[in-house]
């Protein structure tokens, strides 16, 4: 996954952050610093949710409340909010696992590399 696959949101002009081209903030503000974030809406039947995909301090985060209040499910009623709230949530949960992988390259080698090494240890 690469910093312009992490999904769109629309957004107001921003200074362009230097380090990530998916990043939301403006970083003329020193408040922000150091923190890159990026708003995502994930939708699925009648449950719609904002996450927030962020790096503070390097270490990557997800941060969202969730806004469905209660849910009730009853014989017969055609649309099935918990299961479409879980389908979000696995989206939620998918997009986080990628978001970090993509910010933790040291974890990873490119194949060749690992194929040498093992020619080498042979």
Partial sequence: MTNSSIPSASTDDHQQCTEHSWCELDHRDPEVDGVHEKRVDIEVGDVEERFTLEVRNGEPRLDFEISQGSI???????????RNLAAVLTKA??????FAD???PTL????????ALADRDV
């Fill in 72 to 82: 009730w499910l009853e014989p017969g009623e055609p649309t099935n909010t918990l």
């Fill in 108 to 115: 990873r080698r490119h194949p060749d590399v690992t194929s």
């Fill in 102 to 104: 993509e910010l933790t």
């Fill in 93 to 98: 949960a998918d997009l986080y696992d990628q």
